[in-house]
């Protein structure tokens, strides 16, 4: 379980799971690159083991989240190995 702030308009590159992923918004939004969906404050985001997906925060602020991970974040791209290496997911 993590709180994760990500700033206006960052990217959280595409990346599978180990298990279930679930996000929680709390302030601001993000849009889901995969399902195209738009999630907002109060809005739960539940992602399974066999969904890839991306997301990019709202460049109108930052984008406050509470994160629950029953496994690991399995990155798709190089990018994505740098930023689970540097953020711990």
Not at 27 to 52: C, H, I, N
């Amino acid at each position: 379980v993590r709180l994760v702030e990500l700033r206006a308009g960052f990217e959280v590159p595409l990346h599978g799971h180990e298990g279930a992923e679930l996000n929680l918004v709390l302030q601001g939004g993000f849009d889901d690159l995969g399902s195209r969906e738009t999630f907002l404050p109060g809005d739960l985001s539940v992602r399974g083991a066999a969904v890839e997906h991306g997301i990019r925060a709202h460049d109108d602020g930052p984008c406050t989240v509470l994160v629950v991970l029953e496994g690991r974040m399995l990155p798709r791209t190089l990018l994505g190995h740098v930023a689970a290496w540097v953020s711990g997911f």
